[in-house]
């Protein structure tokens, strides 16, 4: 195992109670990062900063739904009075629902998931950024993949896709400043979300889950400590060098030079 390289650095994750944020937490805890998490559940959330504080980590939790600003705010602030810069963003929170066809969708659902996957990860670049800006140096992260369509995902497809694309343009903003944004595309990963695909009934639909029902049958989801090790790789310093970048999990030769990064 790589040394403790992130020493001194402070990482907010958002959607850090569960799944791969809550994996990512514990590897960049591992390496030394003390930590902001925040998630809208609190048992889950406040049960992960404690677990790692037994650890002897530096981790505290943030309760709240982050497409709310104010609670953006709470957590920025949270990270400064606390420990007085932030070095790492990883836009990792996520929502599914509405799993519908577009006719049949709820508005109300479909903004919802706009909110959560696209605007809130500007609301906390947004304040973040000029953090980073004054340090010299920072690392920010957005988790997700918008590439391949799927009926009964538009919001959240939708989302990602121009969250993609808004990284993308944010790297542009950043280039030679010391911060870099780069994205990465996870696969399929055991996690809630997951399980909720699985749980939907298509019924009379044009919505085909049999693949995730697939995957999850063959073994073949991701287990989340997996990702937190790519996560860990690209905030680190072996992802220094990247800027604007296209990360997938599905890339078995950088896996590979993660694995012996790592090693």
């Not at 514990?26 to 790692?52: C, D, I, M, P």
């Not at 959560?116 to 500007?122: C, Q, R």
């Not at 604007?244 to 694995?259: H, I, K, L, N, Y």
């Amino acid at each position: 195992m790589a040394k403790k390289k992130l020493q001194g650095q402070v990482a907010i994750l958002s959607g850090g109670g569960r799944g791969i944020g809550a994996a990512a937490a514990a590897r960049l805890a591992a390496g030394g990062a003390k930590l902001v998490l925040v998630a809208r559940t609190e048992q889950e959330v406040e049960s992960v900063a404690a677990g790692l504080r037994r650890q002897g980590a530096q981790a505290l939790a943030v309760v709240g739904d982050i497409s709310d600003p104010e609670v953006v705010e709470e957590v920025v602030e949270t990270a400064l009075e606390q420990y007085n810069r932030v070095d790492i963003l990883v836009n990792n929170a996520a929502v599914l629902w509405p799993f519908e066809e577009i006719a049949e969708s709820d508005p109300e659902e479909w903004a919802y998931n706009i909110a959560v996957n696209l605007i809130a990860p500007y609301w906390l670049v947004r304040n973040v950024l000029p953090v980073m800006l004054d340090q010299g140096s920072g690392r920010i992260l957005a988790v997700g993949d918008g590439t391949a369509p799927l009926a009964g995902a538009s919001a959240y497809l939708a989302a990602k896709a121009g969250l993609e694309m808004w990284m993308r343009v944010l790297a542009t903003e950043v280039a030679g400043s010391g911060v870099s944004a780069n994205l990465l595309d996870p696969g399929a990963v055991d996690s809630a979300l997951q399980e909720d695909l699985r749980t939907v009934d298509t019924t009379g639909t044009r919505l085909d889950t049999a693949c995730f029902h697939e995957l999850h049958e063959r073994g073949q989801l991701q287990p989340p400590a997996q990702i937190g090790e790519l996560i860990y790789w690209l905030v680190g310093p072996w992802g220094r060098a990247y800027n604007g970048e296209r990360f997938s999990a599905a890339d078995q030769a950088w896996r590979q030079r993660v694995a012996a990064d790592l090693a």
